[in-house]
């Protein structure tokens, strides 16, 4: 069962920081209130992380067959690429963060003239 979760735990994160690699050339398609929303589930999938490893941990201890133990050691791998994978959706999602449609919607028509001509945002 922890197998199972922490597998699709995986794929979900990998199609997650896909769809939000797309997004990186242009934030403003995103909304605040999906950003908090990423973040949230994956701050919670990263804890989640820490209640496998100890799950792991705690198996990885007691008396475990060959075959076992390199079930256990597959699983632990796939959960630290959880991890890496879920820290990598949490930066990302912060990056992000800063070019919103809200963030660009406060900004007055001078600052994004300005931004634009700088070349710092893409155009529209």
Same mark, same amino acid.
């Given at each position: 069962?922890?197998?199972?979760?922490?597998? /699709?735990?995986?794929?979900?994160?990998?199609?997650?920081?896909?769809?939000?690699?797309?997004?990186?050339?242009?934030?403003?398609?995103?909304?605040? *209130?999906?950003?908090?929303?990423?973040?949230?589930?994956?701050? &919670? /999938?990263?804890?989640?992380?820490?209640?496998?490893? &100890?799950?792991?941990?705690?198996?990885? /201890?007691?008396?475990?067959?060959? *075959?076992?133990?390199?079930?256990? *050691?597959?699983?632990?791998?796939?959960?630290?690429?959880?991890?890496?994978?879920?820290?990598?959706?949490?930066?990302?999602?912060?990056?992000?963060? *800063?070019?919103?449609?809200?963030?660009?919607? /406060?900004?007055?028509?001078?600052?994004?003239?300005?931004?634009?001509?700088?070349?710092?945002?893409?155009?529209?």
């Amino acid at each position: 069962m922890i197998e199972t979760a922490i597998t /699709s735990g995986l794929q979900s994160a990998r199609e997650q920081y896909e769809v939000l690699l797309k997004a990186r050339p242009k934030p403003y398609v995103l909304d605040d *209130a999906t950003i908090a929303r990423t973040t949230r589930v994956f701050r &919670e /999938s990263l804890e989640w992380c820490g209640v496998y490893d &100890e799950q792991l941990r705690r198996w990885r /201890s007691g008396r475990l067959t060959p *075959a076992q133990r390199r079930d256990v *050691a597959r699983v632990e791998n796939t959960n630290r690429e959880t991890r890496t994978v879920v820290t990598a959706i949490l930066d990302l999602a912060d990056e992000l963060s *800063a070019g919103t449609i809200e963030r660009q919607l /406060s900004k007055t028509d001078e600052q994004l003239g300005l931004e634009y001509l700088l070349g710092l945002h893409p155009p529209l």
